[in-house]
């Protein structure tokens, strides 16, 4: 095939630098090229997101304006839906978590398609009103320019891995102009292991992102400057903790089960209407779920939570009861998760981080104004509220050290680092007792992938096990006589034999070591059967179970091959010596 003017001209160049620059240089300087780029992506799809929800809100007279708040989320949904159809072929893959299925099982190279998919969707669903955060597309798109720029510039299968978690650090870090938070992003959600020296890249490759937002974008969404916290409140920021860990708990579980509804969901169209009207409906009755709602947090910091009531049908009685405003608060707060997931789930695209940041600072927020309001001990509602933030985001997407860093980088210091650490760390425990993996993750569990797991279990995770099936296992029935077993052992270059029914169903096995004794009875060639000499298999192995469990289900019967089957149906069998040698070759990559 003959090559294009862009690889002709790349060649030369990819020889010059392997003559004159070493590895390590030329990895420094792949993460500023990847960092330079995904900062200016976050830059383009935040700005563009602001101006164009400005000009939607601008255009419509005020008179008008609660209806359109009401159709937007609908034409937005359906323009990604169409774009998605028509532009990408009808497939959308939402959120971190096929990035990190990306990196386990297909060696860190990410679809092109995402180096554009991502904010083009985002970018309709978010400007229109989509209730969802714009931290995941952009982690995506820098994810996706991180691999495909490693691919271009003929970096190694580690240091693409390691340029897949420059471009989400970089994602991250310019949202919020957080080069550590991006950082410590990329090592809790993205990679699975990290060596010393790669942080270096990972490094530079934020710090680029956030010199291109500071000088493109103002990027923080949210400032706040704080220097001191009281020792005598962290009883009530033990209270936070908790209560942070149950609203991300009840996230979490809300995100899955409302996943599995949608994926039930008859029609593409009716979704999308359904969808749209459910999340109008919910913005016309409580608009601060209208768009990512970082302005509502800004209203929050700077002591203004009447502001959440304005625009309402409660507007109205706001100086008549002192607990509307707590209705609003409570309700905005538990909903928030739902028109997230309505959002996506009817076709829209964007993330639960900024979700979590929005609905942590609610929960902030209306757990101190209760404890003000009854008067067990006064405390600052605006610390609660970016200590709120970290905390929900600490227990949704499993990552501590970013919830921490990222609140303690965008309120301008570190004076909260204490607290920060109180309310993350009993956030992040009690989460992950009742949900042992994050809202990015638990889906890849469940299909037997594991990102953060031991160095074994991730190579392992890294093959598809339906793949290394083994299928020159002759098969019998349980009619077939003896006589004709012992004319397929003569023939067969295995021995071992899976019986199965006359729907291919696995009902047994039979090994030519346990009926040896039977073939010299020739007596009964006629009168036995394969039913009566078979065994049932002392375990059965299934496409979704992971390989290591496989491995240890082998060694605990001490067999060297175990039956796969689907449904009952029998697939083939999964040997020992195909895992191990498929697991070798995993790991000359790793270390190549």
């Not at 323009?79 to 060696?107: C, D, E, H, K, W």
């Not at 962290?234 to 995100?255: D, E, H, K, N, Q």
């Not at 509502?296 to 409660?314: A, C, K, Q, T, W």
């Amino acid at each position: 095939m003959p090559k294009s003017p862009f690889h002709r001209l790349l060649s030369p160049l990819l020889l010059w630098r392997l003559r004159h620059v070493n590895d390590r240089v030329y990895l420094i300087m792949v993460s500023v090229l990847v960092g330079l780029l995904a900062g200016l992506a976050a830059v383009a799809l935040k700005s563009s997101v602001h101006t164009a929800q400005n000009l939607l809100y601008t255009w419509v007279p005020e008179e008008n304006r609660v209806f359109a708040l009401f159709l937007y989320p609908m034409l937005g949904i359906g323009l990604t839906v169409l774009f998605t159809r028509y532009a990408l072929g009808g497939t959308l893959s939402r959120g971190i978590g096929p990035i990190l299925y990306n990196i386990a099982r297909q060696g860190s190279v990410v679809p092109r398609s995402k180096l554009y998919s991502q904010a083009i969707t985002s970018f309709l669903t978010v400007t229109f009103g989509g209730s969802a955060g714009l931290e995941a597309p952009i982690s995506v798109t820098g994810s996706a320019l991180g691999s495909n720029i490693g691919r271009i510039l003929r970096v190694g299968r580690r240091e693409r891995r390691l340029l897949v978690g420059c471009g989400a650090a970089a994602g991250v870090a310019a949202i919020f102009n957080s080069p550590i938070a991006g950082v410590l992003f990329a090592v809790e959600v993205i990679l699975s292991e990290l060596s010393a020296p790669f942080f270096i890249p990972l490094l530079i490759s934020s710090a680029t992102a956030t010199v291109v937002s500071k000088a493109l974008y103002a990027g923080q969404p949210f400032v706040l400057i704080t220097t001191t916290w009281p020792v005598e409140a962290v009883p009530s920021y033990l209270m936070l903790g908790l209560f942070t860990a149950l609203l991300s708990v009840y996230m979490i579980r809300i995100y899955f089960a409302s996943d599995k509804y949608f994926e039930r969901f008859p029609g593409t169209f009716r979704k999308v209407v359904f969808g749209g009207f459910t999340l109008g409906i919910m913005v016309f009755l409580f608009p601060p779920l209208y768009g990512e709602g970082y302005n509502i947090v800004e209203l929050l910091l700077n002591g203004r939570p009447e502001g959440l009531v304005e625009g309402s049908i409660f507007a109205v009685y706001r100086d008549e009861n002192v607990w509307l405003l707590l209705l609003v608060v409570a309700s905005s707060m538990l909903l928030k998760v739902l028109a997230t997931c309505v959002t996506i789930g009817s076709g829209g695209n964007g993330g639960m981080f900024g979700s979590s940041l929005f609905t942590g600072a609610l929960g902030g927020f209306l757990l101190a104004r209760v404890i003000n309001m009854i008067g067990w001990y006064p405390v600052s509602e605006v610390h609660f509220v970016v200590l709120g933030m970290a905390g929900t985001l600490a227990g949704v997407v499993h990552a501590p050290l970013t919830a921490i860093f990222l609140i303690a980088e965008i309120t301008g210091g570190y004076a909260l680092f204490v607290p920060l650490m109180v309310v993350t760390s009993s956030s992040y425990l009690i989460t992950k007792y009742f949900e042992p993996y994050s809202v990015y993750t638990r889906k890849l569990v469940q299909r037997g992938v594991h990102m953060h797991a031991d160095r074994d279990r991730g190579l392992l995770s890294q093959l598809e096990p339906l793949s290394l099936v083994q299928n020159d296992f002759v098969p019998v029935h349980p009619e077939t006589t003896l006589g004709e077993l012992v004319d397929i052992f003569r023939h067969a270059t295995r021995n071992l034999f899976p019986v199965v029914d006359a729907d291919n169903k696995l009902v047994g096995v039979v090994s030519l070591d346990t009926v040896r004794d039977a073939l010299f009875d020739d007596e009964h060639y006629t009168t036995t059967y394969v039913s009566d000499l078979m065994v049932p298999p002392v375990a059965v192995v299934h496409p979704e179970d992971s390989l290591l469990d496989t491995l240890s289900e082998m060694e605990h019967h001490d067999v060297w091959a175990l039956p796969m089957v689907r449904n009952g149906l029998y697939l083939g069998f999964l040997l020992k010596s195909t895992i191990l040698a498929n697991y070798r070759r995993q790991l000359l990559k790793e270390i190549e």
